[in-house]
C-alpha cells in the first residue's frame, strides 16, 4: 500500500479563535460542517458521510488554538486544524494538515475548500 504525503491548506476565516474553536472539537458543531454527523464517547469521536463512519481520538487540543486528531482506522495518520492569528492584523486562518495517496491529494484539498467553505457558512464569515 502507498505511503500518504503529508499537506497543508490555509484558509483565512473572520471569526475569533474562541468561536471557530468551538467548530473544531465540539461534536455538535463538528456536525454543521465537518461530517454528516459527529458522535463523542470514551475519548473517540464517530465520523459519518453518507454511510460510511470514522472513528478518531482526539490526541491534541490547545485551547483557541489547535486541534488534532489520530484516525483510528487508518494507522498512523492524522489531521490538525490549527487556528492562526497574525499579530498585526489580527487576521484569523484555519491551518490545516492531513495526509493523502499522491493520487488522492488533488481531491482531498477539494473536500477540504468545500467543507472550509461550509464551515464560513455556518459561522457567518
Do not use: C
Not at 487508518?74 to 491551518?95: G, K, R
Not at 490545516?96 to 472550509?116: H, P, Y
Amino acid at each position: 500500500m502507498a505511503e500518504k504525503i503529508k499537506f497543508q491548506l490555509e484558509y483565512e476565516i473572520k471569526s475569533s479563535p474562541k468561536i471557530l474553536f468551538s467548530f473544531l472539537h465540539e461534536p455538535n458543531a463538528l456536525a454543521q460542517w465537518f461530517a454528516d454527523d459527529v458522535t463523542y464517547k470514551d475519548g473517540i469521536y464517530e465520523f459519518s458521510w453518507d454511510d460510511e463512519q470514522h472513528a478518531a481520538k482526539l490526541i491534541s487540543l490547545k485551547e483557541n488554538k489547535l486541534v488534532r486528531y489520530k484516525w483510528l482506522d487508518d494507522e498512523p495518520y492524522h489531521f490538525e486544524m490549527e487556528i492562526v492569528q497574525d499579530e498585526l492584523t489580527n487576521d484569523v486562518a484555519l491551518a490545516i494538515t492531513d495526509f493523502a495517496r499522491e493520487e488522492n491529494i488533488a481531491d482531498r484539498k477539494l473536500i477540504w475548500n468545500n467543507q472550509i467553505e461550509y464551515l464560513q457558512s455556518v459561522i457567518g464569515a
